[in-house]
């Protein structure tokens, strides 16, 4: 009897111990998210309204099946984004404010990269920027703890300031940093201008010490304000982007900011589009996916407690509507759910309603699991595939891809070409055009892809190409009879950059029209790209250290040139620099 007793005593004591455990974890599913995340960063509807986020917003998001709600404004006022997160509550959703991770700052402990730029941006380690930072962030989380609807914080840690040399943060050079970092160690550095910073710290090899000093410091940082939000809400949560991240990202928020109960969210957004938007839709597709699995990986390889989110954003070329819907069901298969920056379209124009009606479909998809969906052929015709040119003029026909617009101002100003922007790489849509110029077109194609070879047979009938600075290294040269890439050994950075911007005419040429032999100049942007020619190619233009960086020569009826140079990517083009693009571009057309 009192054996019965004890056993039914200890049952009933496990019953009570799994009720209990059954019940937190159905909290923290509730906390964390059983369901694939729907996050709906928004710049189109509350704009539409003022710039506020209308209640008629929040239903609508919430009835197009977004589960995150995520106002791009209005964050820095506690009393509206406990507003916000009331209606988040009421229409059965979730809220997360949206922030910048850097701040602008004119004076001050500023950002200082490696290569002595200063940039009007506070630094990683400046007090000012950590005391914004936690002051925001823990005012949300009070906000949260009474109405958890607010999930966390949708922190962007992109640098949109002029002087851009990366995201937040790389390492910084900045004189707080190297104070504490000398006091530290007990050595004393000199008062150096920022550009001998970093050359002075791996000349007396404290480089290696200097930055593990700095991410400490980071992660003491992250650490902290971590402990201090779980006094007020342990399940609050960070979200951040970019991701996989930066320095500062990998090295600490990996680290600190995620936990059992609040998993750190990674919003990635290199899948906004198609990789290049002259895919096609499948192929773009397949490039996502092959993209978002290695690079969520590689968090998930580091441990990190953490939820992925894939990316998509209808203002990048190629992200049309059926796209896009699919490619967030994709996204949502691969990872954890998927994110939309949701800018572009005009709330009360055809173009919002088109993108609308496809995440609602892509929604309603991935709440019940239908993700063979993003498989189904296009329902409308993939505007990114054309195939006629719809020339308006008797002009010479130009193909563009990657030009800055100051640089479409340009060509366009001379009156010479009729301009479009290339949105085919088919030898049908290419034979349309007199030159064809690409630049920024950086991907891994090998000499058998359908573009090189297209791209070869266009030159060979008669057409005129430019391929410029990267996209000329990533691609295998469609025309090593003229060029390939070259490996530098001066001033190199990231294998294939000479970082120096002086340049000569090595030799007269009609590809640049009346420039003598001999003649110097500088290049806008900050490095260039050297190319070694091929039996057919003539060098033209070569840097200060005597290595090739404009290869120009024909190739049955056409001509090509490959250029090192980057175009326009700050400051218009002036003097030789100007004169030798325009007249490379006309000798292109003149066959």
């Known amino acids: 009897m009192t054996g019965w007793i004890r056993s039914t005593g200890l049952t009933a004591v496990m019953v009570l111990i799994a009720v209990i455990l059954g019940r937190e974890s159905a909290v923290l599913a509730q906390e964390v998210g059983d369901a694939k995340l729907r996050v709906l960063v928004d710049k189109v509807l509350m704009a539409h309204n003022g710039w506020v986020m209308s209640e008629e917003n929040v239903r609508e998001i919430a009835a197009a099946g977004f589960n995150v709600v995520s106002p791009r404004q209005g964050n820095d006022d506690m009393d509206e984004v406990r507003r916000v997160a009331l209606l988040a509550q009421k229409h059965g959703i979730r809220h997360m404010p949206w922030m910048r991770g850097t701040r602008v700052a004119e004076s ?8 002595g730029t200063v940039q009007n941006l506070y630094s990683p380690n400046a007090e000012e920027l ?58 004393e550095i000199p008062e150096l201008e920022p550009k001998a910073r970093r050359r002075w710290l791996e000349k007396n090899e404290l480089h290696e010490q200097f930055a593990e000093f700095q991410i ?43 936990t059992e109960r609040a998993p750190l969210i990674l919003a990635d957004r290199s899948t906004f589009g198609r990789a290049n938007p002259l895919m096609g839709h499948v192929e773009g597709l397949a490039a996502n996916k092959r993209n978002i699995e290695r690079r969520q990986g590689r968090v998930r390889e580091a441990g990190v407690s953490m939820q992925y989110l894939g ?41 919002h309603a088109a993108y609308w009606k496809w995440f609602t479909w892509a929604n309603r998809a991935i709440e019940a699991g239908r993700f063979v969906v993003q498989a189904e052929p296009r329902v409308e015709a993939d505007p990114w595939l054309m195939v006629d040119l719809g020339a308006q003029t008797e002009k010479l026909q130009i193909g563009l891809y990657g030009l800055k617009p100051r640089m479409v101002e340009l060509i366009e100003g001379e009156g010479y070409f009729e301009l479009h922007d290339l949105r085919g790489v088919s030898l049908e849509y290419l034979r349309q055009l007199d030159v064809v110029l690409l630049q920024n077109f950086n991907l891994d194609l090998d000499s058998s892809h359908p573009w090189v070879r297209a791209l070869r047979a266009y030159v060979r009938e008669g057409g005129g190409l430019m391929l410029v600075h990267d996209t000329a290294w990533f691609m295998a040269s469609p025309l090593p009879e003229i060029a390939v890439p070259g490996y530098p050994v001066d001033q190199v950075e990231a294998v294939r950059h000479v970082v120096d911007r002086r340049l000569q005419v090595s030799a007269a040429h009609p590809a640049l029209g009346d420039l003598r032999e001999g003649t110097l100049f500088e290049t806008e942007f900050r490095d260039h790209m050297i190319f070694n020619p091929g039996k057919r190619g003539t060098v033209v233009v070569s840097n200060h250290f005597g290595d090739p960086v404009y290869v120009v020569g024909e190739f049955g009826e056409g001509r090509a040139v490959f250029s090192g140079s980057y175009y326009g990517y700050t400051e218009p083009l002036i003097g030789t620099e100007r004169e030798a693009f325009l007249a490379c571009l006309k000798w292109l057309a003149e066959k």
């Open 216 to 258: 400490d410091s980071w992660r003491r940082r992250c650490r902290q304000l971590r402990q201090a939000v779980d006094k007020i809400n342990p399940a609050f949560r960070f979200c951040v982007k970019p991701a996989p991240g930066t320095p500062f990202i990998e090295e600490a928020v990996w680290k600190e900011w995620g």
């Open 108 to 115: 001050g402990d500023l950002l200082v990269w490696g290569d």
């Open 130 to 187: 950590w005391d914004w930072i936690e002051g925001r962030i823990l005012g949300y989380a009070r906000i949260s703890a009474k109405i958890p609807e607010l999930m966390g914080v949708f922190l962007d840690f992109e640098n949109y300031a002029p002087g851009w040399k990366g995201d937040g943060y790389s390492l910084s050079y900045d004189n707080k940093v190297l104070e504490e970092f000398a006091e530290a160690r007990g050595i």
């Open 311 to 351: 990316g998509v954003d209808p203002i990048v070329r190629g992200a049309d509507p059926e796209y896009s819907g699919k490619n967030a069901v994709m996204l949502a298969e691969m990872t954890d759910g998927y994110w939309v920056f949701y800018e572009g379209p005009e709330y009360d124009q055809e173009d």
